[in-house]
C-alpha cells in the first residue's frame, strides 16, 4: 500500500480545499478581498498567501515547505473559519429576507428607532395591500408588534393606538384562521395514517362560537370575508361529509376570488379541496368525479402545475389528472394533458407515469389488449403502480368478457394485498370489500342472476371505503342494461 506524504493527506483531508475547489474565479477573486477586509475577522496571513489563493499557484506546496506540520494545520484551520464566514456572508446578500432582518438590529442595537419604526409600518403597508397568504395575518400583527415595541422604546406615541388596533386585531383574526386551518389539515392526516395522538384544539374547538365570531370579523374586516368563509365551510364538511352544499359553497366563492391570494396559497387550498373530496368519497357514496375534474382543471388554468416536476411519487399528481380526467369520460382533455405535460415528468417518473395514463386511456376507449400491454410495461417498484396493474387486468378482462383471467387477476391481487408489506394498512379494509364485490359480479356474469345483481347494487351503493366504487357502479350499470 502505497503510503501519502504527510502534506498531501493535509491536502487530501482538507476540509478548506474540499470548500475552495467548487468555487467559480469570480468567487475566488471575491474570497481574496474578502480576506482583506479590515473589519472582517480573519487569519493573519500574509499578502504572498492571499496572492498565491488567488492566482491559484499549488498554496499546499508553498505552505508545507514553510510552516512545520502544527503551524500548518493552525492555518488551514483559520482558512476554514475565514471561508466559512465568506460563504455565510455571500448567502446573506441573496437572502433578502435574512439581510432585513440583521438590518433591523442594526438600527436597534444604534437606537435608530425612528428608521426602524418607519421599516416596520412600511412592511405592515405592504402586507396589507399585497395578495393574501395563510401567513399573511401572522406577518402583520408581528410587524405591528414588533412596531409598537421599538415606539414604546424611542417614547414615540405617534400612530400608537392604530398600530395597537392592527396589532390586536390581526392577532385575533390570525389564531381563528389558523386554528380554522389546522383542524382540516389534522382531520385529512387522520383519515389518511390513523389517529395517534390527542391535540388540544379537538377540546378547545367545540367551545367555540365561530358563526358568532365570523360574523364580528366580517363586520370590521369585510375584505377577510372570503378566506373565512371558504376555510369554515370546509370545516363544516369535515365535521359533516354529507353537506354537500357546504362544499359547494367553499369551492364556488374560491373560483370567484382566487385572485386575491398568492399563487402559493391558491395551490394549497385546491390540495385542501381535493384531499376533501377523497374524504367525502370515502366516507360516503357521493361520487365527487365531477368536482374533482373542476378542481384539477382550475389548477392547470392558473398553472399551478409546479407538483408535475416533483421527483417523488406521493408529492406528483400527473396520476391524479389522468384519472379523474376519465373518471367524468373526459378522454380527449385527458390526451391533451398528457401531451402537452408529462414533458415536464422527472425521469425516474416519466416512463411508468405514461404508461399507466396510455393504459387507462385505452381501457376507457375500449381497446382491452393495448391496456394490458401498457400495464405489463409498468414498473411496479410503488403500490400505486401495484394497483393500476391489477385494475387494468381485472378491469380489461371483465369488460372483454374473460372472467378465468379476470378471476385469476382478483386471486392475485387478494395474495397481494394479504402478503405484501408495502401495500398501505389504511387500505385494506377497502381493498378487500372490492374483491367481495368482484366475486358477486363474476358469479353474476357466470349465473345472469338478478337477485345476485340487486344485492350487489345495494352493497356498492352503500358500502363505506370500497375501492373502485365508481369501475363497480359502472358495470354495474351497464349490466342491468
Not at 247 to 273: G, R
Not at 306 to 316: T, V, W
Amino acid at each position: 500500500m502505497k503510503i501519502l506524504p504527510e502534506f498531501l493527506k493535509i491536502k487530501n483531508n482538507n476540509k478548506f480545499f474540499t470548500i475552495f475547489n467548487t468555487f467559480s474565479e469570480k468567487e475566488r477573486s471575491e474570497f481574496c478581498e474578502f480576506l482583506q477586509l479590515s473589519f472582517v475577522q480573519k487569519p493573519r496571513l500574509s499578502k504572498i498567501i492571499i496572492y498565491k489563493i488567488q492566482t491559484g499557484t499549488d498554496l499546499n506546496d508553498y505552505l508545507s515547505e514553510k510552516y512545520c506540520k502544527r503551524s500548518l494545520w493552525n492555518i488551514y484551520s483559520e482558512l476554514t473559519t475565514s471561508i466559512m464566514q465568506f460563504i455565510s456572508f455571500k448567502e446573506i446578500l441573496s437572502e433578502k429576507k435574512e439581510m432585513h432582518k440583521l438590518q433591523r438590529k442594526q438600527l436597534n442595537k444604534r437606537d435608530l428607532t425612528k428608521y426602524l419604526v418607519q421599516d416596520y409600518k412600511n412592511e405592515i403597508k405592504h402586507d396589507l395591500d399585497s395578495e393574501f397568504d395563510f401567513e399573511s395575518m401572522n406577518n402583520i400583527y408581528k410587524s405591528a408588534l414588533n412596531c409598537l415595541v421599538s415606539m414604546f422604546k424611542s417614547s414615540d406615541s405617534k400612530d400608537i393606538d392604530s398600530i395597537f388596533q392592527i396589532y390586536s386585531d390581526y392577532h385575533i383574526m390570525n389564531v381563528f384562521l389558523e386554528l380554522l386551518s389546522r383542524r382540516i389539515e389534522y382531520e385529512i392526516r387522520t383519515e389518511i395514517y390513523g389517529k395517534k395522538n390527542f391535540y388540544l384544539y379537538e377540546e378547545v374547538y367545540r367551545f367555540i362560537d365561530f358563526e358568532n365570531i365570523l360574523m364580528v370579523i366580517y363586520k370590521f374586516y369585510p375584505e377577510y370575508e372570503n378566506i373565512f368563509k371558504i376555510i369554515y365551510n370546509l370545516n363544516i364538511v369535515i365535521n359533516d361529509p354529507d353537506d354537500y352544499e357546504s362544499f359547494q359553497n367553499a369551492k364556488n366563492i374560491f373560483f370567484k376570488n382566487s385572485s386575491q391570494l398568492t399563487d402559493k396559497y391558491k395551490s394549497d387550498i385546491l390540495n385542501v379541496f381535493t384531499n376533501i373530496c377523497s374524504l367525502i368519497t370515502k366516507r360516503t357514496t357521493r361520487n365527487m368525479g365531477s368536482d374533482l375534474f373542476d378542481i384539477m382543471k382550475e389548477k392547470v388554468r392558473l398553472g399551478l402545475i409546479n407538483d408535475l416536476i416533483a421527483a417523488n411519487k406521493g408529492e406528483n399528481h400527473f396520476r391524479e389528472y389522468i384519472h379523474v380526467a376519465l373518471s367524468v369520460n373526459e378522454i380527449s382533455w385527458a390526451e391533451d394533458f398528457l401531451n402537452k405535460y408529462s414533458n415536464l415528468l422527472p425521469f425516474n417518473l416519466r416512463r411508468n407515469s405514461i404508461n399507466s395514463a396510455l393504459a387507462f386511456i385505452e381501457l376507457k376507449k375500449k381497446n382491452y389488449v393495448s391496456a394490458i400491454e401498457y400495464a405489463f410495461m409498468l414498473n411496479r417498484k410503488y403500490y400505486v403502480y401495484d394497483l393500476d396493474f391489477f385494475r387494468i387486468l381485472i378491469c380489461a378482462n371483465f369488460e372483454s368478457g374473460n372472467l378465468i383471467e379476470c378471476d385469476s387477476a382478483k386471486k392475485r391481487l387478494h395474495e397481494y394485498i394479504l402478503r405484501n408489506s408495502r401495500f398501505p394498512q389504511t387500505y385494506k379494509k377497502s381493498a378487500k370489500k372490492f374483491i367481495g364485490c368482484l366475486s358477486k359480479l363474476i358469479k353474476f356474469k357466470e349465473t345472469n342472476s338478478k337477485s345476485i345483481l340487486a344485492e350487489l347494487e345495494y352493497e356498492v351503493k352503500n358500502k363505506s371505503e370500497l375501492m373502485w366504487r365508481n369501475w363497480l357502479i359502472y358495470v354495474i350499470n351497464e349490466s342491468k342494461k
